[in-house]
């Protein structure tokens, strides 16, 4: 006779205020990603098409033993805010609205973009805090009057509490799904929350548009998560700002198209104990993201965020005879006619048993807007959840969505796998289970 072994697995629950009203979801870039975005939660919401890409609307998760058989969708399980209670806002110093972001950008087709178009139109962007020195392959066209930084922040304050009155939001997220900033080192304006402000009044030319949007935000009591690989929230004076006013953080950049098969092929490498001798990367994308990163010190900030992958999953420090000496190199190419639809090639120099070479080759062709969308509808629900739940300061366990996570004094963990370990553990904790650890004992 078969025995099931049943353990108790209750642990004392996190006390979350829940979910009620509802939930405006704020985006610095209202262009290709966040058009995509809310095209397609409105479209969820008018057919029940399925929100494919968003693990907290489509993945499961277990809870107890296998035996237990608990294994509940991820929405059900925790109080996440409903796609139904979600209002869209935003900036963009280009487009006017959704559907003009929508049908400019062309990730998605015309036929689908028209029984939306009345609801996308509605979507008006706000005007933009915009410097063009930060991206000078664009020239904005909508944004403030105000010229002095910290004006404009309390425009973008004011603009947050109107959007939250007019809009009737009980609760509110900002998700950066602008263009990548040119490459800037921290420097002393950025020390400390009092160096900051007097930056602002200063107008100090380190502190970036998307610096004043995540100071904006977090004044406001809003949290805050970077989508792209700015300078932005991996700041002492944003860091400081965020546990002062109790208000959670997470970034940073997207982790979409080539980045994500490296955080899914490393992992295996090193778990088989493979060597790798180099891994060459180059892409191709037409978008405005391609058209920004066309320009060396844009590319440089996103480099910087992808070089990072492989050292911190590899461990050559470790493994110095299988990862001690790899060439990585990283190439971006802007090709207009490929438009969202980012193409990336890799080839990985491995050697196995004996040292004997082999390869890999990998031949991803995305859409850009398409795998970012659903990291969007994740990290504001999640962020917002995480603000319910009293969190605030670094969101850690939202590493999964990003290729330069934001972490802790021991520094980040890429490894894809770990982090959705420990983004479902944190949710497991907070609902009073115990953590899945896949050992033998359960």
């Not at 004011?158 to 609760?171: H, S």
């Not at 971006?332 to 050697?351: C, L, Q, S």
């Not at 969505?401 to 894809?416: L, N």
């Amino acid at each position: 006779m078969k025995v099931i072994r049943i353990v108790q697995s209750m642990t004392d629950a996190r006390t979350i205020a829940p979910a009620s009203g509802r939930l405006g979801i704020l985006m610095p870039g209202l262009g290709a990603v966040a058009s995509t975005l809310i095209a397609g939660v409105m479209k969820a919401r008018s057919d029940g098409s399925d929100p494919i890409g968003s693990v907290s609307q489509m993945a499961h998760i277990r809870l107890g033993t296998r035996e237990e058989n608990r294994n509940p969708l991820i929405r059900e399980f925790v109080p996440l805010a409903d796609l139904n209670d979600l209002v869209f806002g935003g900036w963009d110093p280009l487009s006017p609205n959704a559907l003009e972001a929508a049908r400019t950008s062309g990730v998605m087709s015309d036929a689908d973009l028209a029984p939306l178009s009345g609801e996308l139109e509605g979507v008006v962007a706000m005007d933009a805090v915009f410097e063009q020195r930060w991206v000078s392959r664009i020239d904005g066209v909508r944004v403030k009057e105000e010229t002095n930084k910290f004006e404009q922040a309390e425009a973008l304050m004011a603009d947050i509490e109107r959007f939250r009155e007019e809009n009737q939001c009980d609760r509110l997220v900002m998700v950066w799904c602008a263009s990548t900033e040119a490459y800037q080192e921290a420097s002393d304006v950025h020390r400390s929350i009092d160096s900051f402000e007097a930056g602002l009044k200063d107008n100090d030319d380190n502190i970036s548009p998307s610096q004043i949007y995540a100071y904006a935000a977090l004044m406001s009591g809003v949290p805050f998560a970077n989508g792209a690989p700015n300078l932005t929230v991996d700041l002492p004076c944003i860091e400081e700002l965020a546990k002062r006013e109790g208000v959670p953080i997470a970034g940073k950049d997207f982790k979409t198209g080539q980045t994500l098969m490296k955080t899914l092929i490393s992992p295996g490498l090193k778990s088989r104990m493979l060597g790798v001798r180099g891994w060459y990367s180059t892409n191709i994308l037409g978008n405005r993201d391609g058209e920004v990163l066309d320009a060396p010190e844009n590319f440089l900030t996103k480099e910087t965020s992808k070089l990072g992958v492989l050292d911190t999953i590899l461990q050559p420090e470790t493994y110095p005879s299988l990862y001690g000496d790899i060439e990585h190199k990283v190439r971006i190419d802007y090709y207009p006619p490929r438009g969202d639809d980012k193409e990336g090639w890799d080839n990985i120099d491995i050697f196995g048993w004996l040292g004997y070479p082999m390869q890999i080759k990998i031949n991803f062709l995305c859409r850009d807007s398409i795998l970012a969308a659903p990291i969007v509808l994740d990290l504001a629900l999640f962020m917002d959840l995480a603000n319910r739940a009293g969190e605030s300061g670094i969101q850690e366990w939202l590493s999964f969505y990003f290729k330069a996570p934001q972490a802790g004094p021991a520094g980040p963990e890429h490894d894809i796998f770990i982090q959705q370990t420990k983004l479902k553990n944190t949710l497991r904790e907070w609902m009073g289970e115990q953590p899945v650890t896949h050992s033998e004992a359960g």
